[in-house]
């Protein structure tokens, strides 16, 4: 037998799987597809224009730093473009969304390496370029109102204030208003129910793991309900107010959860949903910013690899090194 026909076996466990970085990224996309669609029903054309330019602008950006002619690839671009899209105002100016989605590719993904080397989320990179650079845009208290089915409407033209800058807005809506999403916010942020839904493809799929989700919720609704001051009625609906409210389902479900970034062992990613939700109600009841879902996972991708080291299961069974 020739050398290099001969198998290689590496040492055990040895895992099979079918599954591609396309596959997984289709599964991603697919699960973006209601939270996408109920931004078009809310906010009409100028929703679909944002997402078209934001998706089209990573896919041509990393295909021109990779000297690709397929400018979709493994579809990873496309994903990172629409997760960009879906924390960006209904209608910001194309050059806005030009320069963040760029930004989320280069500086968030490729300078690392490309895909599976990035530290940071990298559609959470290009919002915090576009939020430090012109928070005017970004981090203004006046935001469009949901006009649904009004795809002909100039929605820039109705505004109000975000329900987490002002506590008087956020009593104007009900949770149910909330859970389905006819209140003003980011593109992916309004609606929970498209957000769950997604996010429950995602889990039946196995792309997610529950502990981080359910850390990252649990310890918003806590936090908020013991340290919220009950301004929504009562504690209990205060916690559920800042579950619901702003972007904390969305960063839960497909920002914190993004398998390069977070951790890979059980209890790391039990301590890194944890940590997103504190770090994300440390700025929104004490700090100065209404929210702090972007700065909570990208600080708490940084601790990442610290997190893995700490909860690598012990090896029961190996040969003692220093015998």
Same mark, same amino acid.
């Not at 671009?77 to 473009?81: F, K, R």
């Given at each position: 037998?020739?050398?290099?026909?001969?198998?290689?076996?590496?040492?055990?466990?040895?895992?099979?799987?079918?599954?591609?970085?396309?596959?997984?990224?289709?599964?991603?996309?697919?699960?973006?597809?209601?939270?996408? /669609?109920?931004?078009?029903? /809310?906010? =009409?054309?100028?929703?679909? +224009?944002?997402?078209?330019?934001?998706?089209?602008?990573?896919m041509?950006v990393?295909?021109?730093? +990779?000297?690709?002619?397929?400018?979709?690839?493994?579809?990873s671009?496309?994903?990172?473009?629409l997760?960009?899209?879906?924390?960006?105002?209904?209608?910001?100016?194309?050059?806005?969304?030009?320069?963040?989605?760029?930004?989320?590719?280069?500086?968030?993904?490729?300078?690392?390496?490309?895909? =599976?080397?990035?530290?940071?989320?990298?559609?959470?990179?290009?919002?915090?370029?576009?939020?430090?650079?012109?928070?005017g845009?970004?981090?203004?208290?006046?935001?469009?109102?949901?006009?649904?089915?009004?795809?002909?409407?100039?929605?820039?033209?109705?505004?109000?204030?975000?329900?987490?800058?002002?506590?008087?807005?956020?009593?104007?809506?009900?949770?149910?208003?909330?859970?389905?999403?006819? *209140?003003?916010?980011?593109?992916?942020?309004?609606?929970?129910?498209?957000? /769950?839904?997604?996010? /429950?493809?995602?889990?039946?799929?196995?792309?997610?793991?529950?502990?981080?989700?359910?850390?990252?919720?649990?310890?918003v609704?806590?936090?908020?309900?013991?340290?919220?001051?009950?301004?929504?009625?009562?504690?209990?609906?205060? =916690?559920?107010?800042?579950?619901?409210a702003?972007?904390?389902?969305?960063g839960?479900?497909?920002?914190?959860?993004?398998m390069?970034?977070?951790?890979?062992?059980?209890?790391?990613?039990?301590?890194?949903?944890?940590?997103?939700?504190? *770090?994300?109600?440390?700025?929104?009841?004490?700090?100065?910013l209404?929210?702090?879902?972007?700065?909570? *996972?990208?600080?708490?991708?940084?601790?990442?690899?610290? *997190?893995?080291?700490?909860?690598?299961?012990?090896?029961? =069974?190996?040969?003692?090194?220093?015998?």
């Open positions: 037998m020739k050398m290099d026909k001969k198998m290689i076996v590496s040492s055990s466990p040895h895992v099979r799987n079918i599954e591609s970085v396309q596959s997984v990224m289709t599964d991603v996309l697919i699960a973006l597809f209601p939270v996408a /669609l109920m931004a078009v029903l /809310l906010f =009409g054309y100028q929703a679909l +224009l944002t997402m078209v330019i934001a998706v089209a602008t990573a041509l990393e295909a021109l730093w +990779l000297r690709k002619l397929d400018i979709y690839n493994d579809g671009a496309a994903v990172t473009g997760l960009f899209a879906m924390v960006l105002p209904p209608s910001p100016p194309w050059w806005l969304v030009v320069v963040g989605s760029a930004s989320a590719i280069i500086i968030g993904k490729q300078v690392f390496g490309g895909i =599976g080397y990035n530290i940071f989320n990298p559609a959470l990179v290009g919002r915090a370029v576009v939020l430090i650079s012109w928070g845009y970004m981090a203004g208290n006046i935001w469009a109102v949901p006009q649904p089915f009004a795809f002909g409407a100039d929605i820039s033209a109705v505004t109000g204030a975000t329900a987490l800058a002002d506590t008087g807005e956020a009593l104007q809506y009900s949770l149910s208003q909330y859970f389905i999403g006819t *209140i003003p916010g980011s593109l992916g942020e309004t609606s929970a129910l498209a957000l /769950l839904i997604g996010g /429950l493809w995602l889990l039946y799929r196995g792309h997610i793991d529950w502990r981080i989700p359910c850390g990252y919720l649990g310890t609704f806590l936090m908020g309900a013991l340290f919220g001051g009950g301004f929504y009625e009562n504690h209990l609906l205060t =916690g559920l107010f800042h579950v619901l702003g972007g904390v389902m969305l839960a479900l497909y920002m914190a959860t993004d390069v970034t977070s951790p890979v062992t059980p209890r790391g990613k039990l301590i890194f949903g944890i940590g997103c939700g504190l *770090i994300t109600m440390l700025i929104r009841i004490w700090g100065v209404p929210e702090g879902v972007t700065y909570a *996972i990208l600080l708490m991708n940084a601790f990442t690899p610290i *997190i893995d080291n700490f909860t690598v299961p012990k090896q029961f =069974g190996g040969v003692n090194r220093s015998a």
